[in-house]
C-alpha cells in the first residue's frame, strides 16, 4: 500500500505563476516552516490561513533596510487604494485588521478625507489606526518621491513608489500554499479595503470575511500581476 503524500511532498509539486525566482524563494521559506513546524493539522491551517506566507513576507522584510524613503506618518497617498478591493491579504491578515479596527466602529475613518482612502486611516491625523495589523501589501509598498506618491493616487503611473520584493514573495507563498492544499483545505484571499470597511461599519468577523472573500482567479491575477512587475526589474 502507498504512502499518502505528505504536506513537504505535496509542497515541492507545488507550482504557481511567479517568476522562477521568486517561486523558488517562496518555496524555500513553506519547506523551512514545514520543517519547524511538526505539528501537521496546525501546518495545514498556517498554509490555510496565510500564517506561513505572511510569516515568510514579514522575515524577508526585516532584512532589508532601504535607503532614500520619502514614507513618513501622516503621508498617505499609498493609502488612497486602488482598484475594487484595496489590495489582496490572507485571512490571518483579515483577522488581524478586523480585530484592530472593531473598537472604532462607528467612528469617521479615512473616507471623510478621500473617497477612496482606506477605513484604516485617522481622517484627521491621516495615521493608520491598524498600524501593528497592517498587512504585507501596506508594510512593503515604499516610495522615494512624495510628489509620485500623489501622482499615483491620482491614476498617474510614474516611478518612485512600488512593492518591495519580500512582496511577491508572500504572493507566491500564498499560491504554493494553496497548490499544496488542493483537495485538503480551502486557501482563501480577501479584500483589505472590504475587510477593514465592514469592521469600521460594525460587522462582525464572519460577515466581514464573507463579504470581502476573493473568487479563486483573484489571486491568480494578482500573481501575474506580480511576475509582469518582477520580469521588469
Known amino acids: 500500500m ?13 507550482r504557481t505563476p511567479s517568476t522562477p525566482e521568486v517561486s523558488d524563494r517562496a518555496k524555500r521559506g513553506l519547506i523551512a516552516y514545514l520543517q519547524a513546524q ?10 490555510s490561513d496565510g500564517t506561513a506566507a505572511t510569516g515568510i513576507g514579514r522575515v524577508a522584510l526585516s532584512g532589508l533596510s532601504p535607503q532614500g524613503l520619502a514614507c513618513a506618518d501622516g503621508c498617505a497617498f499609498c493609502c488612497i487604494l486602488s482598484g475594487a478591493d484595496g489590495g489582496t ?30 477605513p484604516s486611516l485617522d481622517p484627521e491625523t491621516r495615521s493608520c489606526r491598524a498600524y501593528e495589523a ?3 501589501i501596506c508594510r512593503s509598498y515604499v516610495s522615494t518621491d512624495v510628489v509620485a506618491c500623489k501622482s499615483v493616487s ?3 503611473a510614474v516611478p518612485g513608489p512600488g512593492t518591495l520584493g519580500p512582496y511577491h514573495t508572500y504572493l507566491a507563498a ?3 500554499s494553496r497548490a499544496t492544499l488542493k483537495g485538503v483545505k480551502r486557501v482563501s ?4 479595503a472590504e475587510v477593514a470597511a465592514a469592521a469600521i461599519e460594525g460587522g462582525s468577523l464572519d460577515d466581514a470575511l464573507a463579504r470581502a472573500r476573493h473568487k479563486p482567479a483573484e489571486l491568480e491575477a494578482e500573481l501575474k500581476r506580480s511576475k509582469r512587475d518582477m520580469s521588469r526589474v
Open 2 to 14: 502507498s504512502k499518502s503524500p505528505t504536506l513537504t511532498d505535496r509542497l515541492y509539486k507545488a
Open 38 to 47: 511538526p505539528d501537521t493539522a496546525r501546518a495545514t491551517k498556517d498554509l
Open 89 to 118: 491579504i490572507t485571512e490571518a491578515e483579515a483577522v488581524g485588521l478586523h480585530t484592530a479596527l472593531a473598537p472604532l466602529a462607528g467612528q469617521p475613518d479615512g473616507r471623510a478625507w478621500h473617497p477612496k482612502a482606506c
Open 134 to 136: 497592517r498587512p504585507m
Open 154 to 156: 491620482d491614476g498617474q
Open 174 to 176: 500564498i499560491g504554493l
Open 189 to 192: 484571499t480577501y479584500a483589505l
